[in-house]
């Protein structure tokens, strides 16, 4: 029996000797795995940001409302059994290896799977060992041909944002990328989004194609937002004209859409209707701390992943709300980013006196030497970092003097590697 190092190094491998294969390839692995997914209630999220908030706000409310879960996220930060929740944790070590031994047993059989479709493949089999009452399957990449679509019926889908992203798999327009991300919509079945999301008309038309029931929600329902040291507080209207006004313990305001969106989307999947109390969306939303989405991993320390022009928007409404006189930014990415238009963005915002650019240990990464040399034609102050670990003393460094704060961003990869330091 292999050890649990031993299934993680394969799997580490994978990347290295395989490609993607067809969506029919995959749906005859599913199927020679036992077709797990036919057992489950399964909600289902796609989007350019947002997956993994939406995905852990909903199962911190139905986990408080009594239901069993799991939940099936990427990318991890620091243990791939991050992807593979059971009632909010990551699975065992023991479970990891029981599903890695059955993955890896079929694909000697039919074919090598991909690093994410491992993963995938590996998540339902332990899911079906566990029989959780609901489970929530966020997507890797788009939607329509993502191994997560192999499941057969879903409860609802979920698009929680659309930008340019991924383009060289996905395509050049938002039209064409909410497309994809659509494809996640399944016949009768709720797809839930914003109205006023880009690429609406495309996501519309995916829905009618298949035949799904499309719920366009306005954010008008949000009102009330203030920001404070504790975290952030908000009222919601939501379906049937319900009044709730919760607290989410973070700094970060683009996660009050992202729990609004998860509140509304259980208000319309008819399975909930009934059985979720206003205290459960409160006691859900209060409990739950999604890392890397402006954590404070120390003391005016601040890690955050966005790694795409909507979440750099999006994280720059954060930082600019903190009412601090010095900040610093620290930003490694990965070379396949659109990086120029994220440091311009970081750059032209005033917000920072000074950046660090940083190496991150990837064979994708961009080094931070061309990093800096953006910083410095846009005119900004730029140290270089050999690593994640010189970056943060720099930070720890910054931060001693008063009304100073730091701020990581650019990549979920540096994420991980920071949070691996502390």
Known sequence: MPTYDDAVNK???LPKFTSKHSFEEGRSFFDELGAPDKKFKIIHVAGTNGKGSVCAYMESILMHAGYRTGCFISPHLTDCRERIRLN???CSEEAFVRAFEKTDALSAKLFVPTFFEYLFFMAM?????EAPDIIILETGLGGRLDATNLVSDKLAGIITSIGLDHTEYLGDTVDMIASEKAGIASPGRPLIYWEDTPGRDAISDTAKMRKSVEIALSKAVISDVHRDNRGID???RYKYDSYI??????QALYQVENAALAVCSLAEIPEFEGHITDDDILEGLRGMVWPARMEE???DIYLDGAHNEAATIAFLDSVRADGAAHRLLIFGCMRDKDYRTEISLMAGSGLFEKAVAVNIDSPRAESCETIAEIFEEMN???IRAADAKEALDIARDHVNDKDSYAYIAGSLYLAGEVKGLL
């Open 88 to 90: 909010g944790r990551m």
């Open 380 to 382: 900004m102050p730029v």
């Open 297 to 299: 991993i120390e003391p």
């Open 11 to 13: 799997i580490y491998e």
């Open 234 to 236: 908000f009222c919601l």
């Open 125 to 129: 089999l332990i899911f079906e060992e």
């Open 245 to 250: 006004c919760p607290h989410v313990s973070t």
